[in-house]
């Protein structure tokens, strides 16, 4: 066999695969208003995670998640991996809002910055908030700043 038709016969192997590679959509997790994992909910009932992130205190790790409700309302949560013994996280600010954004404060491997919006309109109070967990059952919030959103 020569090399062009080894090369030919590759190059057509490559673009039949690629044509007929279908895409996969991976699949949205769903929770309850008690952080419990549950694909099976009705739209009505679910919250729809949006933010997942694992950390490590005390030799322990846990998960750190948002999820969000069709009006786009939030339910933050702290489970063990897995979704399990999974809760509310316990701060009222969090919990009464719409979250903006959350990321890892890269001063602490134990906290989070949570940015929570006081409404889903223009001109809302936007608040950010440090919320350390290294002992999960007792986090501790402090406001960072708050500000108001344009239109």
């Known amino acids: 066999m020569s090399k062009t038709t080894l090369a030919t ?7 039949l695969g690629l044509v007929f590679v279908t895409p996969s959509k991976a699949q949205e997790t769903y929770i309850d208003d008690n952080c419990k994992q549950n694909q099976q909910l009705n739209e009505s009932d ?3 995670v949006t933010y997942k992130a694992e950390f490590k205190t005390k030799g322990q790790t846990y998960w750190l998640y948002s999820g969000q409700y069709i009006d786009g309302s939030a339910i933050v949560c702290i489970s063990r991996p897995g979704f399990k013994q999974a809760k509310p996280l316990n701060i009222k600010q969090l919990q009464s809002g719409y979250i903006e954004r959350i990321s890892k404060d890269l001063r602490n ?6 940015t929570v919006r006081d409404g889903n309109g223009s001109y809302v109070p936007i608040t950010q ?3 350390n967990l290294s002992t999960p059952e007792r986090p501790i919030t402090a406001k960072i700043k708050s500000w108001r959103s344009g239109r």
């Open 9 to 15: 016969g590759l190059i057509i192997s490559l673009m």
């Open 46 to 48: 679910r919250f729809t």
């Open 109 to 114: 491997q134990t906290a989070f910055l949570i």
């Open 129 to 131: 908030y440090r919320v």
